[in-house]
């Protein structure tokens, strides 16, 4: 009644060999290809074990709701790392693990407590320093990891654009998505999860507060259409609907004229940040 729905049929490994140079640029080095793979591989049986989309008649969607499978050419780089890997994928106590991964870090991961998982159903889940000897940094209070998003520590991934940008929201922008607590006066981060990213945002209004929960949740709230993020290298990057990341220090300005507050946002890193960093 409503239109038609086209569920397109694949074998897992060519599904694989479009996957594959969908999430990750097929210049890359063959093992960061081949990781890839092993992660595409392990997330679609995952998804066709778990059949959430059987009411159409489907395992997954082509979107990063999923894993992204654009129309797009095959590249001997990636049919190679899908080939290399044939049916490999990543185990944990002889069961198919719940893998995830993210397109960049502010160089640090978080774990599954971000979604409101209990970190003993997912160890091989851990928030860890993306350089060299890893470990965990302790970034959950407010003041500390305000310090360490403005800056800009060495690691794995400190000379990508996205491992620090900037932004800006305005009140009267947040009021058309939090509607009832009057005009927004404060922002501020409740409670950090490991790494230091975003778990409870508070909204302090003229009429009462607010609290966001969940990273996913905390991105799609302050983000705004046509939103623009200041890259490190001084590049720009327009994106609707939600913010870059949730690993997130703001700040306010005194009210204008108007009585409209505008708030800075600095952060780091490019999506939910739990498991393996591309």
């Given at each position: ?14 599904y694989?060999?479009?996957v ?97 998982a ?25 003041e ?26 305005t ?22 999860s490991?790494?230091?990213i ?36 001084g590049?720009?990057l ?19 004229a ?21």
């Amino acid at each position: 009644k409503e239109g038609l729905v086209i569920v397109n049929e694949v074998y897992l490994e060519d599904y694989l060999k479009r996957v594959v140079p969908s999430e990750m640029p097929a210049t890359y080095d063959k093992e960061a290809l081949k990781s890839q793979a092993v992660c595409a591989r392990t997330y679609a049986w995952r998804q066709i074990m778990s059949n959430s989309c059987k009411s159409y008649g489907a395992h997954v969607n082509d979107s990063i709701q999923y894993q992204v499978y654009n129309n797009t050419e095959t590249f001997g780089s990636t049919d190679e790392a899908v080939n290399e890997t044939y049916g490999k994928m990543i185990m944990y106590n002889n069961q198919v693990a719940e893998i995830f991964y993210f397109s960049t870090s502010c160089g640090h991961t978080t774990d599954g407590t971000v979604w409101g998982a209990d970190p003993s159903d997912y160890p091989y889940l851990k928030g860890t320093a993306v350089r060299e000897g890893g470990g965990q940094l302790d970034l959950t209070d407010n003041e500390t990891f305000s310090e360490y998003i403005k800056s800009c520590p060495p690691g794995f991934e400190s000379g990508f654009g996205l491992y620090r940008w900037t932004t800006t929201l305005t009140g009267l922008q947040l009021q058309q998505k939090v509607t009832d607590i009057g005009n927004i006066m404060d922002i501020t981060m409740k409670e950090r999860s490991t790494g230091g990213i975003g778990k409870v945002l508070t909204i302090t209004g003229t009429a009462g507060t607010r609290e966001i929960r969940g990273e996913a949740q905390i991105r799609s709230v302050l983000g705004t259409k046509d939103m623009v993020f200041r890259l490190q290298n001084g590049e720009s990057l327009i994106v609707s609907g939600s913010l870059l990341s949730s690993f997130i220090t703001i700040e306010h300005g005194e009210p204008d004229a108007n009585g409209v507050t505008t708030f800075s946002i600095y952060g780091g890193g490019y999506r939910h940040a739990v498991g393996k960093s591309q």
